[in-house]
């Protein structure tokens, strides 16, 4: 059998398994590919085309192995291979944080939100950083600002910590235990924010691959907005003058604006669409604090 058949074979197994995907990939034939590459050890922009050759018998029952694994835990592949990679940028990660996948990171490679940046983005936080990876790109992309990344979990912090050291960073990212804003100290040129955003009925219906993750990166309370509510509460006192805070919500639009609806806001487009991710300046939050006291 040779990788492209095994990586074939594996995909239809995966298929008729009926696992979900979303962490990484969004097919089988992508999961599988995956799978198998990492667990052969091969790079994972190998073109199966020129791997043609015979794989040995314990090769492939290494490969059937970890498919079988992803199959019977229902568990994201990162957390087998505890490896995940966004926009070509690697990262460690287990079950103490969520798998790195942020639309956010599509928004700092690209530019889309540098028309709001300038010389007097010095200061960046990642807030709900996790796993640490948009704190990470954010440090790439922009080198010459310091970034913190806050999480209410130390768990997930111990993951952003390997990450930093991983690529680094130490220098230029300090990581911070804090309940939202609470603990963050000093105000910010950019806030990026990938909260908890699911809402009570999505939770409800979550594909097993999700649930394996920590519901505390989940969860957003019924209408997925506690924890927005409570960050764009406390935001402006956070925030310079020409700040701007860049906000994941999924699926949540519309009860984003349920929730804000005298709220100016600007959606940015990411591969999702263009209403998974919001930029709002800190001007508009305080317009709108004005409004409501
Ligand atoms: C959706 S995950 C985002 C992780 C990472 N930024 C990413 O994009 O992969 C949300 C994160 O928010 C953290 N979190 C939940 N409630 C929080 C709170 N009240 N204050 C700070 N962080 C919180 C969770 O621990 C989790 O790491």
Known sequence: MTLPELISACAAQLTSAGVSFGHGTTDAHDEAAWLTLWQLDLPLD???????RDLTHDEIQAVHALINQRITTRKPAAYLTQEAWLLGVPFYIDERSIVPRSFIAELLAEGSIDYWLGPHTQR??????????????????YPDTTVVGADLSNDALAVARI??????LASRISLVHSDGLQQVPGQFDLILCNPPYVCAASMAALPAEFQAEPELALAGGEDGMDFVRQLL?????????????????G???AHFENA???LEVIWLETTAGEDQVLLVTSQ????????SL
Not at 233 to 249: D, F, G, K
Not at 284 to 291: D, E, G, K, M, P
Request: hydrophobic letters at 40%; one cysteine or more; glycine letters at 4%.
């Open 163 to 168: 990450n930093v050291d991983r690529h680094g």
């Open 260 to 262: 804000f609806p005298q």
């Open 233 to 249: 509460a406390q935001a402006p006192e956070h925030m310079t003058s020409n700040a701007v805070l860049v906000l994941e919500i």
């Open 124 to 141: 960046v936080l990642d807030l709900c950083t996790g796993n640490g990876s948009l704190a990470v790109l954010a440090a790439m992309t």
């Open 251 to 253: 699926h949540e639009r």
């Open 284 to 291: 508009a939050l305080r317009q709108l604090h004005s409004l």
């Open 46 to 52: 190998s073109d199966p085309e020129t791997l043609d």
